[in-house]
Nanobody, 125 residues
Framework: QAQLVESGGGSVQAGDSLTLSCTDS????????MGWFRQAPGKEREFVAS????????EYADSVKGRFFISRDNAKNTMWLQMNSLEPDDTAVYYC??????????????????WGQGTQVTVSS
């Protein structure tokens, strides 16, 4: 199964950029569609972005479209979330998630079977 570890979170100013990474040591990285989710205190975990197994198809939440970019390198078992023009509303714990062995990607938590530990992103005005 997938074993996911996120890194790259931190505290930044509004308008800054930050890149998160997720590494999978489970040995089947290239077979999974992958996604990023985030959760703010008192809120449900929400979809941010997803990418299919090859990296050629992506989906984004409306709230981050045009600002965030998801990518993956299967040779490195790594996925990234490049976050630009960060806003205070982007403050949350960001989670890496691995989906299923399928060409159909999911934008809901139910479509993912494995999760990382989360990394905190804090954006100040």
């Amino acid at each position: 199964q997938a074993q996911l570890v996120e890194s790259g979170g931190g505290s930044v100013q509004a308008g800054d950029s930050l890149t998160l990474s997720c590494t999978d040591s489970g040995g089947t990285f290239s077979n999974y569609y992958m996604g990023w989710f985030r959760q703010a205190p008192g809120k449900e975990r929400e979809f941010v972005a997803s990418v299919n197994w090859s990296g050629g198809i992506t989906e984004y939440a409306d709230s981050v479209k045009g600002r965030f970019f998801i990518s993956r390198d299967n040779a490195k078992n790594t996925m990234w979330l490049q976050m630009n023009s960060l806003e205070p509303d982007d403050t949350a714990v960001y989670y890496c998630a691995a989906g299923r062995k399928s060409d159909i990607i999911s934008t809901s938590t139910g479509g993912y079977e494995h999760w990382g530990q989360g990394t905190q992103v804090t954006v100040s005005s």
